[in-house]
Structures are given as C-alpha cells and as structure tokens.
C-alpha cells in the first residue's frame, strides 16, 4: 500500500474544529469514509457533529454521540450520512448487524473508534486522529488527517485549500454551506466580520470514458473542465456590461476562487414556482443586449489566452443522443438501427441552419437557478449571472430557449410568447435587418435540440449518478418539446418523434 497524503492541523477552540470539518465537507461525498481516532474526549463526537451540521446547514442539529446506539443516519440535503461509534463493539460479526458490513452505498459514513472492528475500515478512506494539545490552550486539539488509497487525492486537496484560504485573508471566516449544482462544483458562503463573499472549490473535472469520437462527454460537448472558463468569461462579461460576480481571489492550478456574493434574490417566485414578470423583462432585455454586441472569440486569462469553443455540429448531435442513449431505454423504447440513423440524418440536415447563422457567446445555462435579482442596479445590470463557464460561441437562439424554456420551471406559453416577442423587437430595434420570421425557426430548432437533450441528460443524472430528482422535470421538458415540434419547419421530426419517442411518466 502506498504512503498515506497527511496534513497537520492546529485547533485552537471549537470554532477552528467546525472551519476545518467544514473544509472537509466541502470535498467529500457520498460514498467517502472518514474515520476518527482518539483518546476518550479527544474530540471526535465534536468533529463528526461540526461536519454534519454544516452539510445540513443547522448549526443547532441534535447530534448526540452513538456511543449507545452504536449508528444513528441523517438524510441530508446533499446525501446521507451515517456516523457510527465502534467503541462497543465486542466481535466484528456485529457489523452487518448495524449496517457496516458492507458499508452503505451513495453514504458518507464516519467512524469513531475504527481500531475496534478493523474489517469496517476499507482501504479508502481519510483518517482524523486527534490528540490533546494543553500547551496551545485549554481546549486546543491537534488534527492529524492521513489520506489513504482515494482518500489522498482528497487531503492534499485540503491543504491546497486551506493554504488558499489562509492566503487570502479568510482562514477564520465561518463558513456557511451553499446547494450545489448537477456539476462536480461545490460553494460556500464565507463570513467575515461584515463581509460575506463566494468560496467555489471546481475539481478538474474528470476525462470519463473516451466514447464519442476518442473524447469524453465533456470533452466533446465543450463543458468547463476547470476553473480557467470561468475567471475568463466573469471578465469578458463584465466588459459587456453583464452583471457577473467580481472575482476578489483564484486558483487556477487547484480551481478554487472567492467572489462577490450576489445574495439570493431570485427571478421566480411563488409555489410551484413562476416567473416574476419585471425580472423576465430584464433577463430577456439581457440577452437582446448582448446579443447585439461584437463580441470577441478570444479572451484575456491571468497572461495568457482563452479560446471560447464552438458549439459545432458534432457537439450538437452528441447531446442530443442523449436522449435515445438513455431516456428512450427508460421507456422500453429502444431504436432499430434504422431509426437511429434516421434520427441522426434529420438532425444532421436540421441543424445546418442554426449553425450557419451569426455566433454569439452561448451562456447555455442561463435560466432562473443562475439569475440573481440585483435590485439596487440599473436596467439589464440588475440581472446577475453566476453560471457561465460552459459558454461556447453559437447561435443566438439558444439562450432564448435557455431562459424562456427553463427546465425547472413552468413557463406559460403566453408569458413566453411575450417575452420572445419582447426580444425580437428590441433585435430589430438596434439592427433594421433582424429578420423575425428566421429568428422564429432557430429559436424551435434549438428549442427541440435542447430538449431532447434534456430529457436524456435527466434520465442519466438519474440512473448514473443517483439523481432522481431530476426526473420530476421530464414532463416539463416534454411540454416544450411539443411546442418547438409544432413549427412547420420540424414536421418530418415531429413525425418521427410521434412514432418512436414516447413521453415521460408523470
């Protein structure tokens, strides 16, 4: 076995404790353990308890100690978490009798007292040993953390952030747990006296398995595999005058940065959820403005350059096989190789348009979990954008769809009707020559395309990566699917889509 990645860490008092575990939190995940070692009263209760209740973002969460019950399970916002106490434990047959033998799936598992039931420690894991350290203060701990097998990949990127942190100022700020998104990204709020601002921690993003023309999926469809995407085009959209976060601190070797926090004044409102008319109105605006810019390919990065990719042809299709790769298999619905190449041909042919005309910068995640309400700005600035790192240069409709065909919304067709409208007149307003009528068909176009990729990318979050929550947009996605399908231009797809795509289950 290979030497362990160790990391020492002083703890002052309780609140260094709760900064590092939150730390911690913010790199682990379901299928990680930690296990804790100590002395009687060393801290190892008061560590497990600190990172719980941060990845509940409770800080009064009961947490009692399973010294009794041996395992006691929380279902947390991101993923479960199951803390067990092995200290009573007399014969490792006991094990599967509390659920440690095997361990739990999709679980974040943390053990106390692992040296009790050695066969209950797999040979990934992070060990926190803690000790006393009376010299440093009455309550003051020292933390030595090991990584072993995958779990060492893990600290070292812990101290990679810590030393970001220290060396940014915010090594004593409290840390406050963000949601995350469908991506490998993860945030959290710092605190700091009267100052709360933005930690993002972006791993590289993993190659996966080569399987579309010798790339990954990401590879191929041009998804940001790091943090250089984004610090370039938080710039460039500034210079645009958009509403992107200031950019205080980065990283870009281990992809961490702090950034202006925009709060979470949202753009939609009510339950179920709608939009707010006003916030739509300058979001659509947003784009018009945009869209009627030159804007540069190219863009300035920490002395270097970055190249924007184009949303190609092959991108284009790889997405949208998502859809007969894994939505139709959900729905028993499997192709011929006929259909398959039909499918493909139509969309091959289709796609010529939109892909012949004007490029644009393509935010393509711009719709309401990304927009933050800025009140106290002016015109298309009180919209704040804070994703856009998968930008790739495309056709203007896209973002269009993105906003009025937002997948985790409903968006009445009258409201996006208006708005569409709304957008096409402020076109024409800036350039005479903004032709309406084609504008019309690239936005269907790229609205069947996005949707059909939707309901494939939802269908794998599900089945792949255990994200069935996904799935509740189906519908949804389909809905707008039926409307895009209803221009005359996409009659032979619509055809095709009624004989071999059935819809989602309710």
């Not at 039931?117 to 003051?140: E, F, K, M, W, Y």
């Not at 699917?481 to 289950?505: E, F």
Request: hydrophobic share 40%; charged share 25%; proline share 7%.
């Amino acid at each position: 076995m290979t030497e362990p990645t160790k990391l020492s860490v002083a703890l002052h008092n309780e609140t260094a404790t709760a900064q590092l575990m939150a730390d911690l939190a913010l790199l682990v995940g379901p299928g990680d353990v930690i296990t804790l070692t100590g002395d009687l009263g060393a801290g190892k209760t008061a560590a497990a308890r600190s990172l719980i209740r941060y990845l509940a973002s409770d800080e009064e969460l009961e947490v009692p100690s399973p010294t009794f019950t041996l395992v006691q399970g929380y279902e947390l916002p991101p993923f479960p978490v199951l803390h067990a106490d092995l200290y009573r434990v007399e014969d490792e047959s006991e094990l599967e009798e509390i659920g440690l033998s095997p361990l739990p799936d999709a679980t974040l598992v943390l053990i106390e007292w692992p040296e009790r039931a050695p066969s209950a420690v797999p040979q990934d894991r992070i060990d926190i040993a803690l000790t006393h350290r009376p010299a440093l203060g009455s309550n003051a701990r020292a933390a030595d953390i090991a990584g072993y097998g995958k779990g060492a990949a893990t600290v070292a990127r812990l101290q990679a952030l810590r030393e970001f942190l220290d060396a940014s100022g915010y090594i004593d700020a409290t840390r406050k747990r963000m949601a995350g998104d469908a991506s490998t990204r993860s945030y959290a709020r710092l605190i700091r006296d009267d100052e709360v601002v933005i930690l993002m921690n972006s791993p590289q993003r993993p190659d996966g398995a080569a399987l579309y023309n010798g790339k990954s999926y990401s590879a191929a469809v041009h998804l940001a595999e790091n943090i250089k995407p984004f610090v370039a085009l938080d710039e460039g959209l500034c210079e645009a005058g958009i509403s992107a976060p200031k950019i205080h601190h980065f990283d870009l070797d281990h992809g961490f940065l702090i950034s202006e926090d925009f709060g979470s004044a949202g753009v939609i409102e009510g339950d179920p959820p709608r939009p707010i008319a006003e916030r739509y109105e300058a979001a659509t605006d947003l784009l018009a403005a945009l869209h009627g810019k030159t804007l540069p390919e190219t863009l300035p990065l920490d002395g270097q350059t970055y190249a924007i990719p184009v949303f190609d042809i092959e991108a284009m299709l790889i997405e949208i096989g998502l859809m007969p790769e894994w939505y139709l298999p959900d729905r028993n619905a499997p192709l011929s190789e006929a259909a398959r190449a039909e499918f493909f041909a139509m969309w091959r042919e289709l796609l010529k348009k939109p892909l012949a005309a004007p490029r644009t910068w393509i935010i393509r995640d711009y719709h309401s979990p990304n927009l933050i309400w800025l009140a106290d700005r002016d015109g298309i600035q009180r919209v704040g954008v804070i994703d856009f790192q998968d930008t790739v240069l495309g056709p203007h409709s896209y973002d269009v769809v993105s906003l009025l065909q937002d997948a985790r919304i409903d968006v009445p067709e009258n409201i996006e009707l208006t708005l569409l409208s709304r957008y096409i007149k402020a076109r024409r307003a800036a350039d005479a020559g903004f032709e309406a009528a084609g504008f019309a068909e690239l936005y269907a176009i790229m609205s069947a395309q996005r949707n059909t990729r939707l309901l494939g990318t939802f269908a794998r979050l599900n089945r792949r990566d255990g994200k069935p929550h996904y799935l509740r947009h189906q519908p949804r996605i389909w809905t707008y699917l039926q409307r895009s399908l209803a221009h005359p231009a996409l009659s032979a797809l619509r055809d095709w889509y009624l004989a071999n795509v059935p819809p989602p289950q309710a």
